[in-house]
């Protein structure tokens, strides 16, 4: 995600928003788990200066309100069970769930760059948000970013977004927290299946070649390896 390919074939290669950001797009990130993965993951392959605060940098990122110790604990662990990213109870801050922060951040960026009003006018964009709540073993959490996320959708839908826009939803990873994974053998498989979807504009798909139609029907249900991944 952040270099563009899996395994770099290549030396120094961009980070994924700076390929979509030398084409004349957008970029913005949003971190809710107070940690600059892609410096983390990805600075021995690129100047991290300069693609995390540089010239060549993302347009808009935001985490620090996830950094705050009401919901990011300064001291002991940060991910225990129950408080941080990681806890099994709900995330919030100030009275509301986290994601929502988050959620509202892309929201104003998708207004001010005029995507609710002229179509004809907006600026083209790559927005990231990335959400935790499925990063703990109860699966229970999840289910606090049911409303806001169909909020999020049906949005989309009715401002017209989704006829020029392709959105995916995925996971880096299955599950690995909890009795099943720790315990079971299809706790083992889940882990190494990420979570992948996508919703492409009609006009995108009747220009999908017929094989690459195929593609997607056959692999939708199919049970993939991480070396496929």
Known sequence: MYLGEIFPKIRNPLPIWAYYRDRGYVTARVETSCEDWSRT????????????????????????PFCMPEYYPATGNSFGNFKGPFSISARCLYGRHVHEYGFDYIDQLREELGSDSSRNNSKPYMLMLNLMEGHEGT??????????????????????????TVLFLLSDHGLHMGLNYAFLNSGQIEHKNPFFAMVLPQWLRSHADIQAAQGLLVNEQRLTTPLET
């Open 139 to 164: 699966g229970e959490v999840i289910r606090t970013l049911d409303g806001r996320l169909s909020m999020f959708l049906a949005d989309l839908r009715d401002s017209g977004e989704l006829d020029d």
């Open 41 to 64: 993951y990805a600075a021995k392959y690129y100047n991290s200066l300069l693609y995390s605060v540089g010239e060549r940098s993302l347009d808009y990122e935001l985490s620090a």
